[in-house]
């Protein structure tokens, strides 16, 4: 499938389905490794695809694994136990850990109230009773923010944190700010550097989605109400270092964002319920891009050229590619000499799949590095055109082939034979010292008789009229 526009070489996107057990779900993705939840096996499991050697691997065994993420080598979710005796709708969840390189997991949390775990670096984030950060190194817990409440006779007023991720020293997450009679909603903003917590975004409707973040850019949606108090759903990024706000969609159906470098994806009704599909915006081309067409996509996740979503409870995959066109350049081992000259042609175009060779001669070669030889003194423009699917491109280069040259004999009185200093056919150094000079024009006087008995006269007819002449002699006096 070919998307885009006009003004920029069109999207290539090539979709893969991962997944065929029809019972997957929360996928997340990190270069060459994509992770999910799967019931396939009465149970939820963490599952694994390795798109370099196109091998699924289970991770989990337990049956209680769900909501995984990745970074590395690392996968951290939750694992699910017992129900509370007191509160028997309560599950206890701890996150967990699994080595991809060591196959071997490790427990991180003991509370049994750790939910939605993520992970960057040597770092792992959740939230449950707040949000908590923990470092693998030198396996510290952080409380970041503690949930609270403050209940009274007459009021009661608190603030609920969730779904943290994080991205070097920034950690995002939702905050449910209420009281009895208003309830707020806002995404904080966390440096691990500073220990400072910033509110970077409130709504006083139904809140927002799940925040992402990359670089210096969160992405999140509001829910309920957008801007102006219109129905709908919008997706905002927030630049952290410009503390500015700027709405990506306005179709007023957009939720669950994800970001990676400069693209960001979401999920998107704007067609209706039965047409729900994933939508891609690039900051850097200004270019909105519909990525599905089935109509029932959710759950994205984008790491670099790929995205990763659920669709019928099976994992698919997106990869985003624009077509390269070939660009044309080779080399010569030679580039002049005397004829017959062989001539050894290196390809080293880029993107090519076809070579199309015209030495200048006549002769044509559909060889990526071939050899032509040239039988006759001139000069050879030869031209290179390749090509693949999306186009062609050339380069021109000349061949100079010389005549052989022709020993001649020295004149009477010299060592050195006669040379063509200019390579123009008329040998203008005479007495064969490698210059132009007076002597050459005093020893051709004084042996005008020798050439003609002994040397060929095209050689020396610098007038060109077929005798060898007194106005040779001052045609060659003329080039001093």
């Known amino acids: 499938m070919t998307v885009g526009n006009a003004a920029a070489a069109p999207l290539m996107i090539t979709e893969t389905q991962i997944t065929t057990s029809g019972s997957a779900s929360n996928t997340a993705i990190y270069e060459d490794k994509i992770v999910w939840q799967d019931s396939r096996n009465s149970g939820n499991d963490i599952y694994m695809y390795d798109t370099f050697t196109e091998k699924e691997i289970r991770i989990t065994t337990s049956g209680s694994a769900s909501n995984p993420a990745i970074y590395g080598n ?8 017992m129900p509370y005796p007191d509160e028997p709708w309560n599950i206890s969840s701890d996150i967990y850990m699994y080595d991809i390189s060591t196959q071997q997991e490790a427990q991180i949390t003991t509370s049994g109230r750790a939910f939605n775990p993520d992970i960057y ?23 970041i923010a503690e949930d609270w409440s403050n209940d009274d006779e007459f009021a009661s007023s608190g603030r609920y944190n969730s779904n943290p991720v994080i991205y070097e020293n920034w950690i995002v997450y939702n905050g449910n700010d209420y009281d009895d009679i208003f309830n707020g909603y806002t995404i904080y903003l966390y440096d691990i550097s500073t220990k400072n917590e910033t509110w970077i975004a409130y709504s006083g409707n139904e809140g927002f989605s799940f925040p992402d973040i990359y670089n210096d850019e969160i992405v999140y949606s509001t829910v309920g109400y957008g801007e102006s108090g219109e129905s709908g759903e919008y997706v905002y990024m927030y630049h952290i270092s410009t503390q500015k706000e700027t709405k990506i969609t306005a179709s007023g159906s957009a939720t669950g964002p994800s970001i990676y470098d400069n693209r960001i994806v979401w999920r998107d009704w704007r067609n209706g319920w039965d047409h729900i599909e994933l939508y891609m915006f690039d900051l850097s081309t200004n270019t ?16 670099g050229d790929r995205i990763v979503w659920v669709d019928g409870n099976d994992i698919y995959m997106a990869t985003l590619s624009y077509p ?20 050894q042609f290196n390809d080293g175009s880029e993107n090519a799949t076809g070579w199309s060779w015209n030495f200048g001669d006549g002769a044509t070669s559909t060889q990526q590095n071939p050899m032509h030889t040239y039988l006759f003194a001139g000069n ?10 999306n186009g062609t491109d050339s380069k021109l280069a000349t061949i100079t082939v010389l005549a052989q040259p022709v020993l001649l004999p020295a004149f009477p009185g ?19 010292n490698g ?3 007076f002597d050459d024009v005093v020893t051709y006087y004084d042996n005008m008789e020798w050439i003609e008995e002994n040397a060929p006269l095209e050689f020396f007819d610098y007038n060109n009229n077929g005798l060898i002449d007194f106005d040779d002699v001052v045609k060659l006096y003329d080039m001093l």
Not at 293 to 302: D, E, V, Y
Not at 414 to 432: A, H
Request: aromatic share 10%; no cysteine.
């Open 74 to 81: 690392l996968i951290v979710y939750e694992k699910h136990g």
């Open 121 to 143: 670096g040597n770092k792992i984030v959740w939230d449950g009773g707040g949000i908590y950060l923990y470092d693998i190194s030198t396996e510290n817990v952080t409380t």
């Open 288 to 303: 909105e891009t519909q990525i599905t067409t089935s109509g029932s996509a959710s759950n994205p996740r984008i790491y």
């Open 324 to 343: 390269t066109s070939p660009v044309a350049d080779f080399s010569a081992n030679i580039t002049s000499g005397y004829a017959p000259l062989s001539v």
């Open 380 to 389: 050879y423009t030869v031209n290179l055109t390749v090509s693949n699917a």
């Open 414 to 432: 010299y060592t050195n034979p006669p040379t063509d200093l200019d390579q123009n056919g008329l040998y203008e150094d005479v007495n064969g």
């Open 435 to 437: 210059i132009l000079d």
